[in-house]
């Protein structure tokens, strides 16, 4: 065990506790804790919790199916209502007929959204519904908005985020008005876009940035973009994340979904399914990432790449759907508005 | 759309399909296609899907939370039937009192493990019960139990596994009776430990293989063992994957979990938890891979690293029963068979 000691030579506070089986996964105790809202307790709800989430939904119909859809749906948030409640998150219902006026209220606007408040802030969760997809979204919604890099060691972790967008910048310290800016703007995007700020001279030499710059990185690019015209308010942050935030290549992700899909180029999509841990997919995937590198200035460009393997229970219907075999890689055209579309079949 | 029109080249039959809304989540559709097995219709059963997925269960007591607990597992399978069905795959139940013998007969033997009957084999599922953890894991079940890697570029993809064992084995083409040997024992593992294989000269000599030669890949290993005495039979290739399967440093995944769980050292695991997302985590990370390389030869440690990001469900019970903040790396020892356990806080 000479080993351990070494690992755990630079650490101390040893504490002991009880373990019970380790892997104890949560089944639903049975208690019930998602309100149903309305305009007489959601005030109070709202004071009791540090975050809330509202599912708005449209009325259920009486029909046996639909009822049990709607309990399944009920199921998924009450399970993460229980997982939850150490961290004061809570969970809500609202009916988007029978609570129309309180909807209108609160800003609910899509139905089968839910919607979370946090402190002054209404996010929208317009993912799978699920509720592994929800309790890690919640969990990294209570994270700090800016993840801050230390070492050279760190900015290797930085480096390897290469599907997702992801923020930049170089700052004196935490107390600088710019950073503030920075911390602000990131609030508007978490958790569905990355935030990250250096200290540290070293670090930002090696990424090149300048004080109070602050670099975008679009998704599969190798090189980030500057941020021009530095040092930033945060409105500038905003505006710039959001003008810039439709990547020639973007992943699909379960926590954000049916956003993606909704933005789509004038009513088409152009798909790609490629299993990431696949040989045959990997180098599909890798021409992919050229191509999306060589129109990166294209705004009329804009490719969903779907690995099938973080949707396992959409791979069947898909194959059903479009016609086409996933155990290999796919690419084709999707027309969202007149629901038809083409696949091309790869050789 | 030159891009596009780049990609395509290589590909050809083109076809069209309708497109419906492209990410409907499969719901309970209200059909029962989860079989209550018993010593009257097991075989029928077994003849009916090509794959037949029994659940074997202790019996369920009255009460409310039992009944409620047992629905959602039956839910869990309902759902995977449903998605599963055109691929012929069939679900069923056993009950560990009432249907006692049949048990025997079929070789269940633990409580709560699913087995998957697949033409002669038994495979038993030990992992999260979840319905996409279950259908990824039976979809990687129908696939070829060997990946042949083709090209340098399908390679990259090889490289880049390094938190699981792989094998890759270079064979003179598909009916080498060598290949076959290696394609058998893999059926053996299937799907747990993958198993490449290349008929190209130019990718072994990229991985310094010989002609029938096999290498066998620990996690985290910068360089393959050879597998001694080549060529090998069946039987030599799954006794030397079976003795080396517990590796020093190891990630728990949810379709194994359980497995890897009980597979302790003397009643003690050591345990480290670290988001390899986050630079803290990831630095941490890199500090545990180096002392697995450096310990890689001590059979005495074994240590399980879970990603917490793997497991949002089990997040906030960690945190209770370990009394740890998963916001941070965290590593320590835990007494699986005296439940009790201790653990090192991160300076």
Chains 1, 2 share one sequence.
Request: proline share 4%; with cysteine.
């Amino acid at each position: 065990m000479k080993a351990t000691c070494w690992i755990l030579a630079g650490f101390c506070l040893l504490f002991c506790c009880k373990a019970e089986e380790g892997l104890n996964f949560p089944t639903y105790d049975g208690k019930d804790r998602v309100i149903d809202l309305n305009e007489k307790n959601y005030k109070q709800a709202l004071k009791k919790y540090d975050m809330l989430c509202l599912l708005f939904h449209e009325p259920v119909s009486s029909d046996r199916v639909s009822q049990k859809q709607f309990q399944m749906t009920e199921m998924v948030l009450e399970l993460a209502a229980q997982v939850l409640e150490p961290r004061s998150i809570g969970f809500g219902m609202v009916d988007s007929k029978k609570d129309a006026k309180l909807a209108k209220k609160l800003g609910l606007v899509e139905e089968g959204s839910l919607y979370v408040f946090k402190e002054e802030r209404l996010i929208e969760f317009d993912g799978e519904l699920a509720t592994d997809v929800l309790v890690e979204f919640l969990l990294d919604l209570l994270e700090d908005p800016v993840e801050v890099i230390n070492s050279k060691l760190e900015l290797q972790a930085f480096d390897q985020i290469d599907d997702e967008i992801k923020l930049i910048g170089y700052f004196k310290g935490e107390d600088s008005e710019h950073y503030k800016a920075f911390e602000e703007a990131a609030e508007h995007f978490q958790p569905y876009i990355k935030f990250f700020a250096t200290f540290d001279k070293g670090v930002a030499k090696k990424l090149g940035l300048k004080m109070n710059e602050v670099d975008f990185y679009e998704p599969f690019m190798d090189d980030p973009v500057h941020i021009p015209d530095k040092p930033y308010t945060e409105e500038e942050l905003v505006e710039f994340v959001k003008e810039h935030k439709r990547a020639t290549l973007r992943k699909l992700r379960p926590e954000d979904m049916f956003e993606t899909w909704e933005d789509d180029m004038e009513g088409i999509h152009i798909v790609a399914f490629a299993e990431e841990d696949d040989p045959d997919g990997f180098e599909f995937l890798e021409i992919l990432k050229q191509v999306a590198r060589d129109n990166t200035d294209n705004p009329d460009l804009s490719i969903v790449w779907i690995d099938p393997d973080d949707f396992p229970l959409l791979i069947t219907y898909w194959e059903k759907t479009f016609k086409i075999d996933l155990f290999r890689p796919q690419i084709g055209i999707v027309n969202v508005t007149d629901v038809s579309s083409m696949h091309l079949k790869i050789q």
